[in-house]
């Protein structure tokens, strides 16, 4: 069974840095994808990024573009998030997700129910 753990939210003013990582293990194949999901009070779940371990391909929202980067460390199986020029409209809980199937990830990544397996969440406050 897959188990995510997200680390490293936290309160941060507009114009700031975070790191999230996504700490992951279980997995009985050896090509998978990683997303990124985050939810505001009274929104939506919504796509962040994704990575994709069998040719390291990523994907972000529009309005994260530029901003935030997303990589892995194989080694650690250790997906990170790196959140710069943080907005108070950033302010949500950040889950990671996992999926085996590669095929429609480019039509489906920022779909919440593509994504099998979810962490709890870590929360990222953006404010003055």
């Known amino acids: 069974q897959v188990q995510l753990v997200e680390s490293g939210g936290g309160l941060v003013q507009p114009g700031g840095s975070l790191r999230l990582s996504c700490a992951a293990s279980?997995?009985?194949?050896?090509?998978?994808?990683i997303g990124w999901f985050r939810q505001a009070p009274g929104k939506e779940r919504e796509g962040v990024s994704c990575?994709?371990?069998?040719?390291?391909?990523?994907y972000y929202a529009d309005s994260v573009k530029g901003r935030f980067t997303i990589s892995r460390d194989n080694a650690k199986n250790t997906v990170y998030l790196q959140m710069n020029t943080l907005r108070p409209e950033d302010t949500a809980l950040y889950y990671c997700?996992?999926?085996?199937?590669?095929?429609?990830?480019?039509?489906?990544?920022?779909?919440?129910?593509?994504?099998?397996?979810w962490g709890q969440g870590t929360q990222v406050t953006v404010s003055s």
């Open positions: 997700a996992a999926d085996y199937v590669l095929s429609e990830l480019t039509a489906l990544w920022d779909s919440s129910t593509y994504w099998g397996s």
């Open positions: 279980g997995f009985t194949r050896d090509m998978y994808a």
């Open positions: 990575i994709s371990t069998s040719d390291g391909t990523t």
